[in-house]
């Protein structure tokens, strides 16, 4: 296989899903499009990486069918309000997975749970997310997919009943930072930073709805590019309550692109060094860029978390975040919080090691990127 056409694409979806309709609105396509006229013109991914990228762009396109025919039978769904739920975002490796693995262990939080972006339809039965059928069937897989990238767990890993990024109900309209990052797109990575997000969050909150209507609770949500993205995301949730989290730039920019690297040659015949090196500094850098003029604009929308207190004391940090949220501090959240610690070590798969050299970039230069940033945060980074 050497190439992937759009018809492809939608044929498979369509066999997926037993011959369900298109979805109802067409923002999907663009996004798409792009994608593969990128992978046709680049030509840089293994036979491995076409046969992955076609099952998840079907997956993605599937979901989406799904949702919106499971949308048109149940319209009541969409009455009920997505109230007050609480992102976390901000630069990527600043602690965002920590901080939602913590708010998760509170039993009034509902996180989005890794298994559940691709199988939101029909939802998991009241009382029943970690023991639907669905959940297990993924967790059954958590084994081999440490066995199967024994790097990439080192950077990242999450359990399939456990919290995720909401990058995967975005894809689903084909508007996510995850596909970037993948192989080089260099025209969606151009696309990804201005064009017209709505219509993804507005499918995210559609999903939203769809989980919430038989497990409800206050959402936790996590994805970092929710930095990127920030304007789109206080328009589709108004009463969102922010935490962005922070770590020295360099530092975040070293272990990022070490791990996108390590992702990448599951994709690729080689590592796209020159892509990664063309196109991702600069999208790091509007993941503070961005909330920084948010801020700037209103100050009382977000609670800054730095990464140093995280680390120092959690239980602490967790607190804090709390009082802000004018949320109780319960002592059985608190003895789930200290469990997971002890369960989940830093380095719990292996230490990852990561060097801005390795990638071609210099610590004055990524200081140069975000100064601006560093100038409001730098003293607590």
């Not at 993924?138 to 767990?153: F, Y």
Request: hydrophobic content about 40%.
């Amino acid at each position: 296989m050497s190439s992937l056409s759009f018809q492809e694409i939608v044929d498979g979806a369509r066999e997926a899903t037993g011959g369900l309709p298109d979805p109802d609105s067409d923002s999907w396509r663009e996004g798409l499009e792009i994608l593969l006229a990128d992978h046709a013109a680049e030509q840089c991914l293994s036979e491995r990486g076409w046969q992955i990228l076609r099952s998840r762009y079907v997956s993605a396109l599937a979901s989406r069918m799904r949702v919106d025919a499971y949308l048109r039978d149940n319209p009541q769904i969409l009455k009920a309000p997505v109230v007050a739920p609480i992102v976390i975002l901000g630069l990527v490796r600043t602690g965002t997975t920590l901080v939602s693995y913590l708010m998760n262990e509170n039993p009034q939080h509902r996180s989005l749970l890794r298994w559940e972006p691709y199988n939101a339809v029909p939802p998991a039965a009241p009382g029943a997310l970690t023991t639907d059928a669905r959940c297990i069937a993924e967790k059954a897989n958590d084994q081999r997919m440490i066995e199967g990238n024994p790097e990439g767990v080192k950077t990242h890993f999450e359990p399939a009943d456990g919290p995720t990024e909401c990058v995967h109900l975005l894809a689903q309209d084909f508007r996510s930072m995850m596909f970037m990052a993948l192989t080089a797109t260099p025209r969606y990575a151009d696309w990804i930073m201005q064009c017209d997000m709505r219509s993804a969050y507005e499918h995210r909150k559609r999903v939203l709805q769809i989980l919430q209507s038989t497990n409800s609770g206050t959402w936790v949500l996590k994805m970092p590019s929710d930095a990127v993205f920030i304007d789109a995301l206080v328009e589709t949730f108004p009463d969102a309550r922010l935490i962005w989290t922070h770590r020295d730039p360099v530092t975040a920019f070293a272990s990022s692109m070490n791990m996108r690297g390590t992702s990448t040659r599951i994709f690729n015949q080689d590592i796209p060094r020159d892509y990664m090196a063309e196109k991702f500094p600069a999208q790091l850098a509007a993941h503070v860029l961005r909330p920084l003029r948010f801020a700037q604009q209103h100050p009382d929308r977000l609670y800054h978390l730095y990464y140093k207190e995280v680390m120092r004391d959690p239980i602490a940090a967790m607190q804090a975040i709390y009082s802000w949220l004018g949320e109780d501090w319960l002592p059985a959240t608190e003895t789930g919080m200290q469990r997971w610690l002890a369960e989940n070590p830093q380095n719990k798969f292996g230490r990852h090691e990561y060097a801005l050299e390795d990638w071609g970039l210099t610590a004055p230069q990524v200081t140069e990127s975000v100064a601006d940033y560093l100038a409001v945060h730098g003293t607590r980074l």
